[in-house]
T-cell receptor, first 114, second 116 residues
Framework: DTAVSQTPKYLVTQMGNDKSIKCEQN?????MYWYKQDSKKFLKIMFS???????INETVPNRFSPKSPDKAHLNLHINSLELGDSAVYFC?????????????FGPGTRLTVL | AQTVTQSQPEMSVQEAETVTLSCTYD???????LFWYKQPPSRQMILVIR??????QNATENRFSVNFQKAAKSFSLKISDSQLGDAAMYFC?????????????FGKGTRLSVIA
């Protein structure tokens, strides 16, 4: 059983398009995250939701909008895609928002903007 | 700014040998969690081991162990009896215990190759 799943795994699109990446976790966790891994493999937090409420919003362009319809899902919508958005995007979840709660990562979505 | 530094971009080890990956971090906090994550070619991020800063005893998970030196702010990962499946990117990370939520802060990773 997949604990944290993301769709799609690969996404190739043109500049200026709007796209979404979906994330679902079946662990019963309350907290979910989006991370971005750039071409140099550097991983950085983008957003975090706890019980469907946004609790971390790092310096991310407004073109990125997370949506959490319920605790098990955290989707990432990106408007007006730019070349610099090309990266691997990881969803993660944890039992709660405490620093002691281990985060479990999804398989990643490789986004390529042409 | 809180930072995590992995000074070895690449490492290699012979199969069945032992390798140590280094990690240092910078924080003024006294309690926090430290992690090592593994990212194989499949891209999945897999938790290898974690350590809470107030615990003196070094964490161990089968062939993986850490050498946590709090005063030196060092958190190295030792892999014993290396296997081909250990080949991956390894990321060191920490998380601070502020109220609300705090993100994982990652280092830039070390690529480990295992030579048969």
């Amino acid at each position: 059983d997949t604990a944290v799943s993301q769709t799609p795994k690969y996404l190739v699109t043109q500049m200026g398009n709007d796209k979404s990446i979906k994330c679902e976790q079946n662990l019963g966790h309350d907290t979910m995250y989006w991370y971005k891994q750039d071409s140099k493999k550097f991983l950085k937090i983008m957003f975090s939701y706890n019980n469907k409420e946004l609790i971390i919003n790092e310096t991310v362009p407004n073109r990125f909008s997370p949506k959490s319809p319920d605790k098990a899902h955290l989707n990432l919508h990106i408007n007006s895609l730019e070349l610099g958005d090309s990266a691997v995007y990881f969803c993660a979840s944890s039992q709660g928002a405490l620093f002691t709660d281990t985060q479990y990562f999804g398989p990643g979505t490789r986004l390529t903007v042409l | 700014a809180q930072t995590v530094t992995q000074s070895q971009p690449e490492m290699s080890v012979q199969e069945a040998e032992t390798v140590t990956l280094s990690c240092t971090y910078d924080t003024s906090e006294s309690d926090y969690y430290l992690f090592w994550y593994k990212q194989p070619p499949s891209r999945q991020m897999i938790l290898v081991i974690r350590q809470e800063a107030y615990k003196q005893q070094n964490a161990t998970e089968n062939r993986f162990s850490v050498n946590f030196q709090k005063a030196a702010k060092s958190f190295s990962l030792k892999i014993s009896d290396s296997q081909l499946g250990d080949a991956a990117m390894y990321f060191c990370a920490y998380r601070l215990p502020y109220s609300g939520n705090t993100p994982l802060v990652f280092g830039k990773g070390t690529r480990l190759s295992v030579i048969a």
